[in-house]
């Protein structure tokens, strides 16, 4: 079986078909972030689409910075999974996480700016069979304070999606 080297998913055998999920890992702010290589049972992995996910990856800190920008626009929709999400957790804080996680004393402090600011990426799941959402970035607001996340959806040209939604 033939097989190719992925800088973060170290070797894979390459297939023809069939559906599977690959795990691996990136460097992003000093934390480990868990990568999912997502193929679809139609989908074709050979090391061409393995090295353009590689490549792909060299820009994820422009990728998440437009995504967080993304999160915050839509803050501005009162009908946005973002704006509820905020709402949601801010309303949720007991003593001494307010702190912890946004750095301001009160709930009442926490802005859209303080909000953005906070969300972590937790996880990326890529999706090389499907241009238009190649890549699902999940944001949190820490490990230990929720496994709630917000995703942001990106084509392959790193191009976010309208939409954020919440799971």
Not at 31 to 42: F, K, M, V, Y
Not at 110 to 126: G, T, Y
Request: hydrophobic share 40%.
């Amino acid at each position: 079986m033939e097989t190719a080297v992925s800088r973060h998913f170290g070797e894979i055998a390459l297939t023809p078909a069939g559906e599977r999920l690959i795990s691996g890992s990136y460097e992003f702010d000093g934390r480990r972030i868990d990568l999912d290589l997502c193929l679809g049972e139609h989908d074709h992995l050979d090391e061409a689409a393995l090295h353009k996910v590689d490549y792909r990856l060299r820009f994820l800190p422009e990728l998440v910075e437009s995504a967080r920008e993304r999160i915050g626009q839509t803050l501005e929709d009162e009908e946005s999974a973002a704006l509820e999400y905020m709402h949601f957790h801010r309303e949720n804080l007991k003593n001494g996480r307010v702190r912890e996680v946004f750095g301001v004393d009160t709930p009442a402090e926490i802005d859209e700016d303080r909000f953005v600011s906070a969300l972590r990426l937790a996880r990326i799941d890529i999706f090389p069979g499907q241009p238009e959402r190649y890549f699902v970035l999940g944001f949190t607001l820490g490990e230990g304070f929720t496994d709630e996340v917000l995703e942001a959806a990106a084509d392959e040209d790193g191009v976010v999606d309208d939409e954020v939604v919440w799971s």
